[in-house]
């Protein structure tokens, strides 16, 4: 394959599969697509949406204008020293979120999902003084493990989501390491991260 398509597809993969947006995805699915899609449409929706401010919109604005103000690039903005403080954006909206959804008493798979995935966010930005973990890596692992989290809570068959959710975290990894933003030991304790994070939170939250 041509040097120019490859890492394009890898630019594609990594916007498409952020880990920004799997937290929405995860409540579109469980909300839309599952058998927990006993609530109304409307309701659902508000939900989505709630999550998509929190996790998607407010973020992102927020180390948008935290890198323009120091006149980044992306690139730059990328550099373990200087991924402090959109760790710091990220996990205080994470935070709200959590804090809203269990105030307006939300079922314990949501507010699972809401904390594994701000747990995530935690450990990586502990970790981040001496490793680079990669969160696209700690994203696909959270699916994984919340995965195997709602077939132990659901008593399901993982079989097939756990193939497919491996797969995606395969693809996510790879695009990482074609653009060169991560190395394999960023990316397995990424991944690592991500599974307990969500097997953990889900189940005990």
Not at 158 to 164: A, E, I, K, N, S
Request: hydrophobic share 55%; aromatic share 12%.
């Amino acid at each position: 394959m041509n040097n120019k398509v490859l890492i394009l597809t890898a630019q594609v993969i990594s916007l498409i599969f952020s880990p920004f947006y799997l937290p929405v995805m995860a409540f579109i699915v469980l909300l839309f697509f599952s058998y927990l899609n006993y609530t109304s449409w409307a309701y659902n929706l508000q939900i989505v949406g709630m999550v998509y401010l929190f996790t998607v919109l407010f973020p992102r604005l927020a180390i948008y204008l935290y890198r323009k103000l120091n006149g980044w690039t992306r690139h730059q903005l990328s550099q373990r020293e200087r991924r402090i403080v959109p760790y710091i954006l990220s996990i205080s909206c994470y935070t709200v979120l959590l804090y809203l959804m269990g105030n307006l008493r939300m079922p314990r798979f949501t507010l699972g999902i809401v904390a594994g995935a701000l747990a995530i966010q935690v450990v990586c930005a502990l970790v981040n003084p001496w490793l680079k973990v990669s969160t696209h890596a700690a994203a696909a692992g959270g699916v994984i493990g919340a995965i195997m989290a709602f077939s132990l809570m659901l008593n399901f068959d993982p079989t097939g989501g756990l193939c497919l959710s491996v797969l995606f975290a395969g693809l996510v990894c790879t695009a990482r390491l074609i653009l060169r933003q991560h190395t394999l030991t960023e990316l397995g304790v990424g991944v690592l991260i991500g599974i307990l994070c969500g097997l953990f939170f889900i189940l005990h939250i």
